[in-house]
T-cell receptor, first 111, second 116 residues
Framework: DTGVSQNPRHKITKRGQNVTFRCDPI?????LYWYRQTLGQGPEFLTY????????KSRLLSDRFSAERPKGSFSTLEIQRTEQGDSAMYLC?????????FGPGTRLLVL | AQKITQTQPGMFVQEKEAVTLDCTYD???????LFWYKQPSSGEMIFLIY??????QNATEGRYSLNFQKARKSANLVISASQLGDSAMYFC?????????????FGTGTSLTVIP
């Protein structure tokens, strides 16, 4: 499978816990994006990497959120001290040219 | 103001018929890209079609075509010969500017149901 992969696919956690998601982009893609999607909405941009450099962060990305892409390949998104409002689908996408290709997402439920 | 507006929360179409999903966009950039994605209940966003702002011809990909009307700032998706497997959420998206690394802005989506 040469598409974008994300792990885990589902995560249930208790409020206040930390969670970490992983994204593996398409291998030759140097750009990687994180989006958040809540029910009934389209994806909202969170942050973007070109290789290992984090070039842009949305205002949606509070200080409880941190993302890394240490070697310019896979990326991790960590949410600290989760809140119920963090419950959403977290989507990762990568591109080299015009089109962003998305992974299957990680669905987070914070109880 | 919303960058992408999709005014049809839900649409129904008879199997084998054509359907048009509406999308309008708002940008002051001369160079931008327009995209349509399909999101089945499984959650994955599947790329369908792309239109560049300087492309003079409407994009087509199999049963999908994009009706691009630049002056009206609309980029409607036309699905011909609908199939049951087309039932899903459809999102219109835009990338502003010439840089292909720029973020995408998505609309709120249209839920399409294909009726047998």
């Amino acid at each position: 499978d040469t598409g974008v992969s994300q792990n885990p696919r589902h995560k249930i956690t208790k409020r206040g816990q930390n969670v970490t998601f992983r994204c593996d982009p398409i291998s030759e893609h140097n750009r990687l994006y994180w989006y958040r999607q809540t029910l009934g909405q389209g994806p909202e941009f969170l942050t973007y990497f070109q290789n290992e450099a984090q070039l842009e962060k949305s205002r949606l990305l509070s200080d409880r959120f941190s993302a890394e892409r240490p070697k310019g390949s896979f990326s991790t998104l960590e949410i600290q001290r989760t809140e119920q409002g963090d419950s959403a689908m977290y989507l990762c996408a990568s591109n080299l040219g015009e089109t962003q290709y998305f992974g299957p997402g990680t669905r987070l439920l914070v109880l | 103001a919303q960058k992408i507006t999709q005014t049809q929360p839900g649409m129904f179409v008879q199997e084998k018929e054509a359907v048009t999903l509406d999308c309008t966009y708002d940008t002051s950039d001369q160079s931008y890209g327009l995209f349509w994605y399909k999101q089945p209940s499984s959650g994955e966003m599947i790329f369908l079609i792309y239109q560049g702002s300087y492309d003079e011809q409407n994009a087509t990909e199999g049963r999908y075509s994009l009706n691009f009307q630049k002056a009206r700032k609309s980029a409607n998706l036309v699905i011909s010969a609908s199939q049951l497997g087309d039932s899903a959420m459809y999102f219109c998206a835009m990338r502003e500017g010439r840089y292909t690394g720029n973020q995408f802005y998505f609309g709120t989506g249209t839920s399409l149901t294909v009726i047998p």
